[in-house]
């Protein structure tokens, strides 16, 4: 499984960007997308994921009510809507695939990654 990200960028606080992932290679057990982020000197931390099957979704505490994960299932991308972005939310944003029997925020159930993309929100 090959995932790129995409989207990443400058923005004020308040502000929204829209990043997507296209998985390419074999899906076959692929379970779930998840979305990740790093700020630099810091832990990787989830954001949220979304199950490929049924599109039910989970959200870290931090980005619930704020940022939206959704799916085209037809093309094997997944989306990750931010809005009323804080300088907080700076970070490289990666997306992941597991094959996990049901969809978690756990890094360790994650087996394939991106390389990432930047988000950089000034206050």
């Known amino acids: 499984v090959q995932l790129q990200a995409s989207g990443g960028g400058s923005v004020q606080a308040g502000g929204s960007l829209r990043l997507s992932c296209a998985a390419s290679?074999?899906?076959?057990?692929?379970?779930?997308m998840g979305w990740y982020r790093q700020a630099p000197g810091k832990e990787r931390e989830a954001v949220g994921c979304?199950?490929?099957?049924?599109?039910?979704?989970l959200y870290a505490a931090s980005v619930r009510g704020r940022f939206f994960i959704s799916r085209d299932k037809a093309k094997d991308t997944v989306f990750l809507q931010m809005n009323s972005l804080k300088p907080e939310d700076s970070a490289r944003y990666f997306c992941a695939a597991t094959d996990a029997l049901i969809i978690s925020l756990q890094i360790g159930y994650y087996r394939h990654w991106g390389k990432g993309t930047l988000v950089t929100v000034s206050s």
């Open positions: 979304i199950s490929r099957s049924d599109g039910s979704t």
């Open positions: 290679g074999s899906m076959f057990g692929v379970s779930g």
